[in-house]
């Protein structure tokens, strides 16, 4: 969806401000800032609120905000005294003034049209958001349902929503229905695929809200809205008393779950269609789902498909970041026997990726794992902190930190970053990752026992390639488990017969060698 005022057009996805059709150079700071106050027009937008979005609550001064505002007003021919589209609001903050008009492909809706009546009348004018070609998923957050009738959770039906807002706007994948247009829905029991014609969307949160005398329970549905069908859901309870600390877990665990589940029901759906038909982003979301069964068929799958995608999109960010992710892949699992060329490649179209959109954290991740094949871990843990800089709760790089740090001998730390991947995503593709850094972890501090039993669920795991199996037998071995041992390196073998310590530590490159040492003694016994 893009967004039209006076002779200007902005485009979210594409990070674009244009005037008559002609591409104006913006500052990736002062696009974010007209962006945020264009999505919250219907609302002051506080300089409490712009830190948070422009700067990610780091401390700056005010001079560095109004030298924003300034560069803003500017790239929109407005100035500090018309203030014809950047009102200044003083002692509060900034408002964006100027008539908005949304663009979704092929139609407009006015934003005044949601403004007039009930959403249930301005329908009839709307086109069906099915017969749209959109390129990216969207959603709309509605203000949840307080069960019962008006009580104290009624800030709490409207707070959560507003929060998921403001934290799904971060995903840049995902186009996100401002607050405004969101809350004019209300109705008990929302008609989901009818507020998804309204709104042009392919996806809808709601949420109810049910109180007892001293604790809580909300239950959380992601729809289709082309269906109705439910995609997710989860319910969560508490003590009253407890709710802010609930709602700052209900916001990462929906950001996490979403970043999962909607990518995996866009390749569902793909599935679906005649694949020579695919646009790029169907493509995109198939590739996807071969990309994490972690073979080398479906990785050389997921490859092809990722091909198409930027074939057909030559712009398309997120899929030069996935091709980079399966490259990486190639080199890190020894697939084929040019792993320097998959490496090249990985760096290539990560750097690719960046220049495209360099404030998406897919991007940004992938520049971070690459690192790793060169055995720069301090690199490596520059561009993942950017990434979770742009999405905290990324759970897969946040597991990708703890990778890091368990190869750099922060066991502590690798072990917290852990933990927090699998509470924001228990069901992740990744998952036998997360158990095996555990594994590690354990093996760099000296507690073989534990290692062995992390390194057994990691290695049972599915999705889980021969080097998790050779953290078993290593584990297994430190652990004077001979016969679980020699068993997992029969496994090793049978799926990779060259398998060695030397290609283990060209995909684990451990900075101490004393651990090297350690890992290279355990795995010599069984001829690896």
């Known amino acids: 969806m893009r967004y039209a005022f006076n002779d200007f057009e902005l485009d979210p996805h ?36 712009i830190i948070e979005t422009i700067w990610h609550g780091r401390v700056v001064s005010d001079a560095s905000i109004a030298s924003r505002i ?21 002692g509060r903050g900034y408002r964006f003034v100027a008539a908005v008009t949304t663009r979704s492909q092929e139609y407009a809706v006015k934003i005044q049209d949601l403004e007039q009546g009930p959403a249930e009348g301005v329908s009839s004018d709307m086109p069906d958001a099915n017969a749209v070609k959109s390129s990216k998923p969207s959603i709309v957050v509605l203000p949840f349902q307080t069960l019962g009738g008006v009580q104290p959770g009624s800030v709490i039906a409207d707070a959560i929503p507003h929060e998921l807002i403001q934290a799904l706007s971060r995903l840049r994948w995902l186009f996100v229905i401002a607050r405004g247009s969101a809350f004019r829905f209300r ?20 949420g109810s809200i049910e109180l007892s005398e001293r604790t809580m329970a909300i239950s959380i549905e992601l729809s289709d809205t082309q269906d109705g069908g439910v995609v997710w859901g989860k319910r969560f309870s508490s003590a009253i008393k407890d709710v802010h ?19 995996l029901h866009e390749a569902h759906v793909a599935r679906l269609g005649v694949s020579e038909n695919l646009d790029a982003w169907s493509n995109y979301h198939l590739a996807l789902r071969y990309m994490y069964r972690f073979t080398q068929q479906d990785n050389a799958a997921a490859t092809a498909l990722f091909e198409r995608a930027v074939s057909q999109d030559t712009r398309f960010a997120r899929a030069y970041a996935g091709l980079s992710f399966t490259h990486f892949q190639d080199a890190f699992v020894n697939y084929n026997e040019a792993p320097d060329e998959s490496a090249r490649n990985a760096r290539r179209f990560a750097e690719r990726s960046l220049e495209l959109d360099p404030l998406d954290p897919f991007a940004n991740f992938t520049m971070g794992r690459y690192f790793w094949l060169e055995g720069a871990l301090e690199n490596s843990v520059d561009w993942l902190d950017r990434a979770l800089t742009l999405n905290p709760n990324y759970a897969q790089c946040i597991y990708s930190r703890a990778f890091t740090d368990v190869l750099s001998g922060r ?9 927090e991947a699998f509470q924001l995503s228990p069901l992740d593709p990744l998952l036998y990752g997360m158990l095996g850094v555990r594994a590690l972890s354990f093996i760099s501090e000296g507690d073989f026992e534990s290692a062995s039993r992390w390194a057994e669920k990691a290695a049972r795991s599915p999705g889980a390639h021969y080097l998790i199996s050779m953290i078993a037998v290593m584990a297994h071995s430190l652990d004077h488990n001979d016969k679980q041992a020699a068993s997992w390196a029969d496994a090793v073998r049978h799926r990779k017969s060259d398998a060695s310590h030397a290609q283990f530590f060209e995909s684990f490159p451990f900075s101490d060698p004393k651990t090297r040492e350690l890992i290279s003694s355990a795995l010599a016994p069984y001829g690896l």
């Open 14 to 49: 594409k990070f674009e401000l244009r005037k008559c059709g002609e591409l104006m150079a913006l500052e990736p700071q002062v696009f974010s800032l007209l962006k945020l106050l264009i999505e919250r027009r219907e609302q002051v937008v506080s300089k409490d609120d």
């Open 70 to 90: 300034k560069l803003a007003r500017q790239a929109v021919e407005d100035d500090g005294a018309a203030q014809h589209s950047i009102r200044t609001i003083h």
């Open 187 to 206: 109705a008990p029991d929302p008609d989901v695929r009818h507020i998804g014609k309204v709104l042009g969307v392919r996806y809808c949160i709601v």
């Open 245 to 263: 600390d609930i709602r700052a877990e209900i916001v990462a665990q929906v950001v996490s779950s979403l970043e999962t589940h909607i990518p």
């Open 411 to 419: 066991a502590g730390s690798a072990r917290k970053h852990v933990d």
